[in-house]
């Protein structure tokens, strides 16, 4: 098992990749120096790491301006103000995992998240703060991402979710949309998803508002399925 003392003689300045998931026995005390023991890193997750506050997260970002790929999924301690915090210092992002993240992934994360123009991977799955307020700052942008993960997501709409889809439809191979059967979400964002021609997953499962123009969307669109 690590402890703190093993990972203080390991962590340094020449650290660019370093997985803490689960590791709940970390104190804050030796949590809150790892972005003043690595300032270079470029790989971070604290996975699972519920019980890390929000002045732990800021703490750690203060010091970290190369990260290029970060999870933090359930991290329920993660507020909005630290996460944009990460967002603004770190213009490099290119894989960016906050499933579960309740308290930070909020309209104005969003709208940062919008302007990352590396960002490849986006999982913003169970949050329910995230609105089309927010998504609207994807609308004329153009985003690489091209894994994108919302499952669960229900407090945006098609309409929403048409103008993410737009900023990334040239570049979109993997889409998971679990599970958003509220009443907004309806079957016309697929006419966008339809001009995503490098898709080759999609997951729309549980989404009970869906209806049988899917098809005719997609049709539209000329694609072949």
Not at 22 to 45: N, T, V
Not at 97 to 103: E, M
Not at 168 to 183: F, G, K, P
Request: charged share 20%.
């Amino acid at each position: 098992m690590l402890t703190e003392e093993n990972l203080r003689k390991i962590l340094n300045e020449g650290t660019i990749r370093l997985n803490l998931e689960a590791h709940y026995w970390l104190k804050h005390s030796f949590l809150d120096k790892i972005g003043r023991l690595c300032p270079q890193l470029q790989e971070l997750s604290l996975r699972r790491m519920k019980h890390v506050t929000n002045h732990v997260f800021a703490e750690i970002f203060t010091h970290t301006k190369a990260l290029r790929a970060v999870d933090f999924s359930d991290c329920e301690g993660l507020h909005g103000s630290a996460l944009h915090l990460l967002l603004k210092q770190n213009e490099g992002l290119e894989d960016l995992q906050l499933s579960g993240c309740v308290n930070a992934v909020e309209d104005t994360s969003i709208r940062l998240i919008s302007a990352l123009p590396k960002l490849t991977f986006l999982d913003i799955s169970f949050t329910k703060r995230a609105t089309d307020q927010g998504l609207v700052h994807f609308g004329g942008r153009k985003v690489p991402i091209s894994t994108l993960v919302l499952n669960s997501v229900t407090s945006i709409s098609s309409a929403g979710l048409t103008v993410l889809i737009g900023a990334c439809s040239s570049t979109l191979v993997h889409l998971e949309a679990a599970y958003l059967d509220q009443e907004t979400m309806k079957s016309d964002f697929f006419l966008k998803l339809g001009y995503c021609w490098n898709l080759q997953y999609l997951d729309v499962s549980g989404c009970s508002k869906l209806d049988d123009t899917i098809i005719t969307n997609l049709h539209k669109a000329e694609v072949v399925l």
